[in-house]
Protein backbone atom coordinates (compact mmCIF):
# COMPACT_ATOMS: atom_id res chain seq x y z
CA UNK A 1 0.00 0.00 0.00
CA UNK A 2 1.21 3.84 -0.38
CA UNK A 3 -0.58 7.07 0.24
CA UNK A 4 1.13 10.07 -0.91
CA UNK A 5 -0.02 13.62 -1.10
CA UNK A 6 1.58 16.51 -3.02
CA UNK A 7 3.06 19.54 -1.21
CA UNK A 8 3.91 20.96 -4.02
CA UNK A 9 1.48 22.89 -6.69
CA UNK A 10 2.59 21.45 -10.39
CA UNK A 11 1.75 23.72 -13.48
CA UNK A 12 0.04 22.34 -16.57
CA UNK A 13 1.58 24.68 -19.18
CA UNK A 14 -1.09 24.08 -22.10
CA UNK A 15 -3.89 21.52 -23.00
CA UNK A 16 -2.27 18.37 -22.66
CA UNK A 17 -2.08 14.79 -20.72
CA UNK A 18 1.09 15.87 -17.84
CA UNK A 19 1.98 12.73 -15.61
CA UNK A 20 1.38 13.88 -12.00
CA UNK A 21 4.64 14.11 -9.56
CA UNK A 22 4.02 12.82 -6.21
CA UNK A 23 6.43 13.76 -3.40
CA UNK A 24 5.22 13.48 -0.41
CA UNK A 25 4.75 9.89 1.32
CA UNK A 26 2.40 9.33 4.48
CA UNK A 27 2.69 5.72 4.14
CA UNK A 28 4.81 2.80 1.65
CA UNK A 29 4.86 -0.53 2.20
CA UNK A 30 5.48 -3.15 -1.13
CA UNK A 31 5.12 -0.17 -4.22
CA UNK A 32 7.98 1.52 -5.00
CA UNK A 33 7.99 5.06 -5.68
CA UNK A 34 10.75 7.93 -5.21
CA UNK A 35 9.08 11.23 -4.15
CA UNK A 36 8.95 13.93 -7.15
CA UNK A 37 8.20 10.90 -9.78
CA UNK A 38 4.95 10.01 -11.21
CA UNK A 39 5.18 6.07 -11.30
CA UNK A 40 4.34 3.59 -9.52
CA UNK A 41 5.60 0.08 -9.33
CA UNK A 42 4.24 -2.66 -7.69
CA UNK A 43 5.92 -5.73 -6.65
CA UNK A 44 3.11 -8.32 -6.36
CA UNK A 45 0.60 -9.21 -9.02
CA UNK A 46 -2.83 -8.56 -7.60
CA UNK A 47 -6.09 -6.63 -7.91
CA UNK A 48 -5.46 -3.00 -6.52
CA UNK A 49 -7.77 -0.26 -5.79
CA UNK A 50 -6.57 3.24 -7.12
CA UNK A 51 -8.50 5.78 -5.12
CA UNK A 52 -6.98 9.22 -6.30
CA UNK A 53 -8.16 12.74 -6.34
CA UNK A 54 -6.80 15.65 -8.60
CA UNK A 55 -7.26 19.63 -7.22
CA UNK A 56 -7.20 21.80 -9.88
CA UNK A 57 -6.09 25.56 -9.02
CA UNK A 58 -8.60 27.96 -11.37
CA UNK A 59 -12.02 29.51 -12.21
CA UNK A 60 -14.17 27.91 -15.12
CA UNK A 61 -11.46 25.09 -15.78
CA UNK A 62 -12.10 21.42 -16.75
CA UNK A 63 -10.01 19.28 -15.30
CA UNK A 64 -9.67 15.53 -16.20
CA UNK A 65 -7.46 12.57 -14.85
CA UNK A 66 -6.60 8.98 -16.34
CA UNK A 67 -4.58 5.91 -14.89
CA UNK A 68 -1.85 4.69 -17.01
CA UNK A 69 -0.33 1.36 -17.20
CA UNK A 70 3.08 0.98 -18.64
CA UNK A 71 2.69 4.06 -20.34
CA UNK A 72 -0.47 3.12 -21.75
CA UNK A 73 -3.90 5.33 -20.77
CA UNK A 74 -6.35 3.48 -19.78
CA UNK A 75 -9.91 4.73 -20.54
CA UNK A 76 -11.37 2.61 -18.34
CA UNK A 77 -9.71 4.61 -15.21
CA UNK A 78 -10.86 8.16 -15.61
CA UNK A 79 -12.83 11.18 -14.22
CA UNK A 80 -13.66 14.82 -14.99
CA UNK A 81 -15.26 17.50 -13.46
CA UNK A 82 -16.33 20.86 -15.14
CA UNK A 83 -15.12 23.52 -12.76
CA UNK A 84 -16.79 27.21 -12.46
CA UNK A 85 -16.60 30.23 -11.38
CA UNK A 86 -15.86 29.53 -7.54
CA UNK A 87 -16.08 25.76 -7.91
CA UNK A 88 -12.51 24.50 -8.77
CA UNK A 89 -12.54 21.04 -10.18
CA UNK A 90 -11.76 18.17 -7.91
CA UNK A 91 -12.21 14.74 -10.02
CA UNK A 92 -11.25 11.71 -8.33
CA UNK A 93 -10.74 7.92 -9.52
CA UNK A 94 -12.24 5.00 -7.13
CA UNK A 95 -11.20 2.17 -9.48
CA UNK A 96 -10.28 -1.72 -9.26
CA UNK A 97 -7.31 -2.15 -12.07
CA UNK A 98 -5.28 -6.04 -12.44
CA UNK A 99 -1.58 -5.58 -12.38
CA UNK A 100 1.41 -7.81 -12.33
CA UNK A 101 4.75 -7.61 -10.12
CA UNK A 102 6.95 -5.14 -12.01
CA UNK A 103 3.75 -3.20 -13.92
CA UNK A 104 4.21 1.06 -13.64
CA UNK A 105 0.81 3.05 -12.78
CA UNK A 106 0.36 6.82 -13.09
CA UNK A 107 -1.92 9.34 -12.74
CA UNK A 108 -2.53 12.03 -15.83
CA UNK A 109 -3.95 14.95 -15.44
CA UNK A 110 -5.54 17.49 -18.55
CA UNK A 111 -6.82 20.84 -17.99
CA UNK A 112 -8.65 23.15 -20.85
CA UNK A 113 -6.79 26.04 -19.78
CA UNK A 114 -3.38 26.60 -19.89
CA UNK A 115 -1.26 27.72 -16.95
CA UNK A 116 -3.58 25.71 -14.52
CA UNK A 117 -2.46 24.48 -12.06
CA UNK A 118 -2.48 20.86 -10.03
CA UNK A 119 -2.70 21.84 -6.07
CA UNK A 120 -1.29 20.57 -2.95
CA UNK A 121 -4.40 19.36 -1.97
CA UNK A 122 -4.19 16.32 -4.12
CA UNK A 123 -3.72 12.70 -2.95
CA UNK A 124 -3.13 9.35 -4.30
CA UNK A 125 -3.69 6.15 -2.81
CA UNK A 126 -2.73 2.64 -3.84
CA UNK A 127 -3.73 -0.70 -2.25
CA UNK A 128 -3.59 -4.53 -2.59
CA UNK A 129 -6.90 -5.98 -2.18
CA UNK A 130 -6.51 -9.77 -3.54
CA UNK A 131 -3.75 -11.69 -5.80
CA UNK A 132 -4.45 -13.76 -8.63
Known amino acids: MIICQKS ?12 VKWDTHVHTQGITHTPGDSTFIVSEAGIYQVN ?7 P ?5 IMGS ?6 SDIYDDE ?9 PQIIQYVKL ?5 LEIVAYANVA ?13 KVAGF
Open 8 to 19: NGQVLASPAWYS
Open 52 to 58: TRVAFNG
Open 60 to 64: NVTGS
Open 69 to 74: VNGIHK
Open 82 to 90: IGGATAWPK
Open 100 to 104: NAGDA
Open 115 to 127: NTEVSSQSTFQLA
